[in-house]
């Protein structure tokens, strides 16, 4: 089991920046790919980045080049770096890890809100 903890999340205005951080425990955070989500009300839940075990990268293509995810094995952490927010970014963000053949992610997080101002 893994245990997902999100922390980071607050409202923001529209160009400003924000670190979400996930704190793992429990198994081996370093066997897991690891990603973030995001729910905007009224939406479906949608992928923003995730990062493999190795470090292999991807990125939705609203969030290219505006947001950055990386992660720490030795603190069992991953983190989303977000800069020139907008009032769309706002939503619920979700950290996951361990992702399953048919795409989906075993382990997730209680969520974190994140609120752009315009």
């Known amino acids: 089991q893994v245990q997902l903890a999100e922390s980071g999340g607050g409202l923001v205005q529209a160009g400003g920046s924000l670190r979400l951080s996930c704190a793992a425990s429990?198994?081996?955070?370093?066997?897991?790919?690891a990603a973030w989500f995001r729910q905007a009300p009224g939406k479906e839940r949608e992928a923003v980045a995730d990062?493999?075990?190795?470090?292999?990268?991807t990125y939705a293509d609203s969030v290219k080049g505006r947001f950055t995810i990386t992660r720490d094995n030795a603190k069992s952490t991953v983190s989303l770096q977000m800069n020139s927010l907008k009032p769309e970014d706002t939503a619920v963000y979700y950290c996951?890890?361990?992702?399953?053949?048919?795409?989906?992610?075993?382990?997730w997080g209680q969520g974190t809100q994140v609120t752009v101002s315009s």
């Open positions: 996951a890890a361990g992702r399953q053949l048919g795409g989906g992610y075993t382990y």
């Open positions: 990062i493999s075990r190795v470090g292999v990268i």
């Open positions: 429990g198994r081996t955070f370093s066997s897991y790919s």
